[in-house]
């Protein structure tokens, strides 16, 4: 309670005062830009977080989760963290299934509801809203890096993934329609707009005999959309075996991927070898992103050059499924063949549930999640000198299993885990931390937002909103636009705060000594908090006489949470003193919190 209540006398007076010492206040949340440690970010966070705001419930195994999660912490004598309160679990599902902050009136609706079914009911509400179609379709849309490679197809691209997240279509049949899509025109094909994004255009100068199909170097594509398939799908990297055998160069990483061989990866490549990727051709000039996708390929050609390999050498090309060596039934179009092995397979299941389980809890049960050893899965088979790689391999097969068996729906696999009473844990641990509790997910692990959340947290704490392109259209929020647009002062906040863009897969966000500088002296940040242009600062001044209801406001619409006691003393005094820089000191003040920049 004291450091946060230190916390916002200095940021008070920092901002009133021009000071730069309040970067000091960040310094211990500062991390090269690299993967964070869940664990070491938790407590790092979590020891700059005041005291718990209420009574937590009492801890109760509500599903399958919690049977593995806690009877495992039991049987080896691992404590764990309590539940966490109402205001911090309120919070934290906003932002996990909308990636939004809450409102002020929503936050006291939700603490004085006596209802002992109101967090099962809230994540109801929040998996059938917008916000959540907004949030995960943008998730999406940076997984599978939906760009300009697409041309105009990315705007019919988001749309299909939005209506297949609020119609919660299996997942299974979405991922099939993706690898299986043909199209004369992907601005009107939606899913095919995932295996335009992936063409590997050809070197310079092709295509002036009107050979359009040159323009893109068809094995060089057929390649990089089996690697997506097989580490989006399917949770394993192949990179490595699209290149060179796996022996003599993975012994140390992957046991699996170690006896496979680059021969092996072209079976799987082959899928697509009769896959033809066509650019659209005007005035006798290939409109790159623009693409008829059809089967008329005579097939993959182990001995055809690369531009991103090492030189093909030769074999057979018949396709066969690199996790059962299944190959397409007779008269079967490979590449339907090939998403209903893949979709079929357990993995897929696996790799899916593991996915969505690292968003939510903070790590993977496997992780990354795009690196299983496939070796590495069952402890009754574990190679000698390797460890099990799942946390909780029984918990992966169980969740696997109930995804399945939900018909491949993502929502019912949302609704299982947030129930859990172990993502409701607090992130606070009382008593002593030791990394090896890490794994049993002995406390909720936080996670600074991404660059969007960030932003949009920013439009509904201030009520200024953003400015997107969306179409032809502009967008307040950063996660309801189908691709990052923002430019000039906004794009370079964006992009420090980890904004992707989708040339490369997407990384966690990670902190940086750019980042409180911005916070602290970025128009996006300060030009929000003044009390103008119809601002939440200058709505509260103008609603409410009462400095005190002002500070509530700003703190329960900001941090989701009311005051303590001394932080509310010190920031009604502030307002006494001058009411209208009091407010948007308060305000920027608590924007420059850790509270405010992760979500626990």
Known sequence: MWKAFLLVTAAVAAFAQGDDTFAGAHAPLVQPATKP???????????????STGASAALRPVNFIDQEIFGKMRRDSIPHAPLSTDAEFFRRLHLDLTGRIPSAAAVQTFLANPDPRKRDLLIDELLASEAFVEKWSYF??????????????????????????????????????????????????????????????????QAIDGNDISKVHQLDTHDELAVLYGKTFLGINFSCVSCHDGRAHLEKVNVWLTAKTRREFFAFASFLGHTRYIPHTEDTQAV???????????????????????????????????????????????????GRMLTAHPQFARATVNLFWARLMGRGIVDPYD??????????????????QPSHPELLDLLAKDFRASGYKLKPLFRRICQSSAYQLSARFPGEWKD?????????????????????????????????????????????????????????????????????????????????????????VTDRVLAEKDSRVQNLLATHSDNSRVVEELFLGTLSRYPQTQEKQLAVAALEKDRVSGAQNLQWALLNLAEFLYNY
């Open 37 to 51: 440690d869940p664990a070491l970010l938790t407590a790092r966070v979590a020891a700059a977080l005041p005291g």
């Open 140 to 205: 999406f849309m940076d997984l599978l890096r939906a760009n300009g490679k697409m041309s105009r197809g990315v705007q019919l691209f988001h749309y299909w993934i939005k209506e297949a997240l609020r119609s919660d279509r299996p997942y299974d049949d979405l991922v099939r329609s993706m690898i299986s899509s043909s199209a004369k025109s992907n601005l009107v094909v939606a899913a095919s707009n995932l295996i335009v994004r992936e063409h590997v255009e050809g070197k310079p100068g």
């Open 288 to 338: 790159m992103g623009h693409f008829i996708v059809d089967d008329l390929a005579p097939g993959y050609d182990t001995k055809g050059g690369s531009m991103l390999r090492t030189p093909r050498w030769g074999g057979a090309n018949a396709p066969a499924f690199p996790l059962t060596g299944e190959k397409p039934r007779p008269g079967a179009e490979p590449r339907e063949e090939l």
């Open 371 to 388: 690196e299983f050893d496939l070796a590495r899965q069952d402890p009754r088979t574990i190679p000698d000198g390797w460890q099990l």
């Open 436 to 524: 090896n509790y890490s794994t049993y997910f002995a406390r909720k692990f936080v996670r600074m937002l991404s660059a969007e959340e960030v932003h949009d947290a920013l439009v509904s704490a201030t009520g200024r909103p953003g400015s997107f392109k969306f179409g032809n259209e502009k967008v307040p929020m950063a996660m309801q636009a189908n691709t990052p647009s923002a430019t000039g002062e906004l794009k370079s906040f964006m992009t420090a705060f980890g904004q992707s863009n989708r040339s490369n897969p997407p990384r966690p966000p990670a902190a940086s000594p750019l980042q409180p500088l911005l916070l602290m002296r970025s128009p996006v």
